[in-house]
């Protein structure tokens, strides 16, 4: 058995590099070469540090930190490692911590997703009230700017109305459109959009633009239906939905980023992340358009159950389309890209993200209650409005 | 009190670093390393990286005695945290600013923002280089940077601005200029490092590799205009030759361009009474990297076999016959596909690190020679470690070195 041979001593307080000896007896005892007695060290104080092959490098814990005792006598190392109690106390609690660090990260990757998921939005909810109306309107501006040169529209300018035979259609909408708006005196103008497309949907940017497109526009019976599809729309212009969904957007990706780092692609993580917050409003968010738009349609004296009967009605030919509709189900998440404008994939759209119409349809027929209306549009305005991107194909 | 036993060549003759970390061995850090980052989205990569510089510093032997890195993953998982927590409202505030400004307003507050973050990544790099040194021991004398991160931000950034004004005539001398900021500022234990390389120098010694860069990368190109101009364009393939030679050119310049400045840069460095004096070959670093091409391209080979091997066997076995018929193939099938991608974009990250980045360590050290390194003696230095803040910044902004 050895227990003795050479090895290197650093004290750690200077670069000196000592060769000395090494005895293990009742300590680890550190011999000058002429026999003296340098230092000793208690074997349940020793531990082994990192180092190249062939070598144990040792330290005392509780010495100067930096004092190093390199053994590359394997006969000794052998040795001292079996006398030494405690050598490995650093390395087995680092391999835990190698455990610790795998399984802290999982969670801190779960309660992180959870926070970008629900907490950012409540924040975002917090903020919005607090930013100015001129913040809404840019964003507003911004995304106007995107969605024109996203969106696949017919032939023609975007914008219908500006045509000759679009005119009446336009001067129709612009007064709708004002009694709307004086209705819900907002801080910011609201300025609707007849976009020239089939595809069946109505939306709301920030701060003021809502788009409505002609798709909608066909699949309507009323005028109420239009102004119902419309006030809905206002709703969410005046609650600031939109502003706290790109506020929110913003703060998870921002935050997902940052964890992930750019080794796996922070850029397609972001981008999912994006994906799945730019999905539906939440149901409360709809609802409670849908309560507003009931609110303004009443205040005006037109009938505020239209404001849920288009969807309504969209939704009960869904269903009798049965297997059709099922497979146009299935293509739903592809029904964004440009070029996929037949009508079926469309009203998926405006369905998916408006769910549980049967029970929207309730809660707007109970708050619109029964009494007397008149309609918002006359036949004639309605008419114009239904060719505002040009006559009946 | 006895005199200390060391080898006695080293008090006159001069000492060659050694490098005795082989590719075998490192590959396991490597991929066990990368594998871990994956699966915990990243939050590993701060260990990882400890656990290379680990096999990087403890394998390089000076004088008899190996480097030793005491740095921790953990040390660094907290920089990053800190940084995390300056950084986030730093981006809120750029996120939210603009929309409360107008156009012009926000312009001015994007270059504000630019400028803010070339400043603070210049003040990371250097912070990130004392965390660095104060974890090197060696000899059980620790590494020291002193000197102030804000300091070197100016510098550089006054440097940067003198650099683009003089259309890059000034950049050696900004070099010099940094460099001696940084070693002067450097310490082992109570021994003050110096750069004594000048601008002068770098600028005369890389004046050949900047000239052929012109001509390689400019010559064609003018060629090429000059051919349009005349309009004799039509013969195409003279031009694609040339495009072929800028490309080459630029991928052999730029790892010579890297190997003469390394050589002026160690050249100048010296701690106390030891000096390095470097002999790195011109196309050192060009041979790395085309020995990183060779096995990347034998691994892709070797990949590709396999593919084609296994799409053979399945067509063979009548599998992909049956998987047209229906309309999907099975969700296996790209589950399969997708573990492939992923090992194979996991083995070529490792064999960067092991047969890029390892070998250029090799011999950045073992080309340099040092001189005097018997005289220096240097008692353990009392300021204490300085914290990995400035790696999680270089972290967070995406940069920063290994």
């Known amino acids: 058995m050895t227990t003795t041979g050479t090895a290197v001593f650093f004290d750690g307080l200077t670069s000196r590099r000592q060769d000395v000896h090494v005895s293990l007896e009742h300590d680890l005892l550190i011999l000058r070469p002429d026999g003296s007695r340098l230092d000793g060290w208690p074997y349940e104080a020793l531990r082994e540090l990192s180092a190249p092959d062939g070598m144990l490098r040792l330290t005392r814990d509780g010495g100067p930190p930096l004092a190093r005792l390199e053994i590359r006598d394997a006969a000794l190392a052998d040795q001292t490692r079996r006398v030494a109690p405690r050598l490995g106390a650093r390395l087995v609690a680092e391999s835990g911590t190698t455990r610790k660090v795998v399984f802290w990260s999982l969670f801190a990757v779960v309660s992180l997703t959870i926070f970008g998921f629900f907490g950012i939005p409540q924040i975002a909810a917090a903020v919005t009230p607090m930013l100015p109306w001129s913040v809404d309107q840019r964003m507003g501006r911004a995304a106007d700017v995107q969605l024109r040169a996203m969106l696949p529209t017919g032939p023609g300018d975007f914008e219908c109305g500006a045509g000759s035979q679009e005119r009446p259609g336009r001067e129709a909408l612009d007064r709708l459109s004002k009694r ?214 | 009190m006895d005199i200390p036993a060391v080898s006695d060549s080293s008090w006159t003759e001069s000492v060659r670093p050694k490098f005795h970390g082989s590719a075998r061995a490192m590959f396991p850090v490597v991929l066990k390393g990368l594998f871990l980052t994956i699966i915990t989205l990243g939050i590993y990569r701060f260990w990882y990286m400890t656990n290379v510089r680990r096999f990087l510093w403890n394998n390089t032997e000076v004088d008899g005695d190996f480097l030793e890195y005491t740095g921790r993953g953990v040390e660094l998982f907290i920089g990053f945290l800190i940084a995390v927590a300056v ?122 590799v900047w000239i052929a860069a012109i001509v390689v990368i400019g010559g064609p190109i003018a060629f090429v205009a000059g051919m349009e101009a005349t309009g004799n364009i039509g013969a195409a393939s003279p031009v694609h030759t040339l495009i072929l030679v800028s490309v080459i050119g630029f991928i052999v310049l730029v790892p010579v361009y890297w190997a003469v400045e390394f050589r002026w840069w160690a050249n100048g460095c010296s701690v106390g009474p030891a000096a390095a004096a470097c002999d790195l070959g011109n196309f050192a670093f060009f041979k790395v990297y085309l020995g990183y091409l060779g096995v990347a391209l034998l691994f892709g080979l070797i990949v590709g076999a396999l593919g084609f091997g296994i799409g053979a066997a399945l067509y063979s076995g009548g599998v992909l016959e049956g998987m047209s018929a229906q309309t999907r193939p099975p969700l296996v099938f790209f589950v399969a596909f997708g573990a492939f991608y992923f090992l194979v974009g996991l083995v070529f990250a490792a064999l960067w690190q092991v047969f890029g980045v390892r070998p250029i360590w090799r011999k950045s050290f073992e080309s340099c020679e040092i001189h005097g390194l018997g005289a220096l003696m240097a008692a353990q230095s009392t300021t204490p470690e300085a914290n990995a803040f400035g790696e999680g910044i270089a972290d967070a902004i995406d940069f920063g070195g290994f």
């Open chain 2, 87 to 208: 950084l986030v409202p730093f981006y809120a505030m750029l996120f939210l600013a603009p929309l409360y400004m107008g156009a012009e307003a926000a312009a001015v507050a994007q270059g504000l923002y630019g400028f803010a973050l070339l400043l603070l990544a210049q003040y990371a790099l250097y912070r990130a280089r004392r965390y660095r040194l104060t974890r090197t021991i060696w000899r059980g004398v620790r590494f020291q940077q002193s000197g102030s991160g804000w300091g070197y931000a100016w510098r550089s950034l006054l440097w940067l601005l003198l650099t683009v004004l003089t259309l890059g005539l000034a950049y050696p001398w900004m070099r010099a200029g940094l460099e001696r900021y940084k070693m002067t500022n450097t310490w082992y234990g109570d021994q003050q490092g110096a750069f004594s390389s000048t601008g002068g120098q770098l600028f005369w010694r890389t004046l050949v």
């Open chain 1, 180 to 393: 709307l708006s004086d209705a819900a005196g907002l801080p910011v103008p609201i300025q609707i959009i007849a976009v020239r497309t089939e595809m069946v949907n109505a939306l709301a940017l920030p701060g003021g633009p809502i788009y409505l497109m002609d798709g909608l526009l066909q699949e309507s019976i009323s005028g109420d239906e239009v102004a119902g599809v419309l006030a809905h729309e206002i709703g969410h212009v005046a609650h600031r939905d939109g502003t706290r969904h790109a506020l929110a957007a913003g703060g998870t990706s921002l935050v997902l980023g940052f964890v992930i780092g750019d080794f796996v692609g922070g850029a397609a993580a972001i981008a999912i992340a994006q994906a799945a917050s730019e999905a539906s409003y939440s149901r409360e968010a709809e609802r409670d358009a849908d309560m507003y738009a009931v609110g303004i349609m009443k205040s005006l004296g037109a009938d505020a159950k239209a404001v849920g009967t288009l969807l309504t009605r969209l939704t009960a030919r869904d269903r009798e389309d049965g297997k059709a509709a099922e497979d146009k189900d299935k293509d739903k998440g592809e029904a964004d890209k440009p070029g996929k404008t037949d009508k079926g994939a469309s009203i998926m759209d405006w369905l998916s993200s408006h769910p549980q119409t049967a029970e929207r349809q309730a809660a707007i027929d109970d708050a619109a209650g029964d009494g007397p209306t008149t309609p918002l549009m006359d036949a004639a305005d309605y008419l114009a409005l239904k060719r505002i991107c040009g006559p009946a194909k």
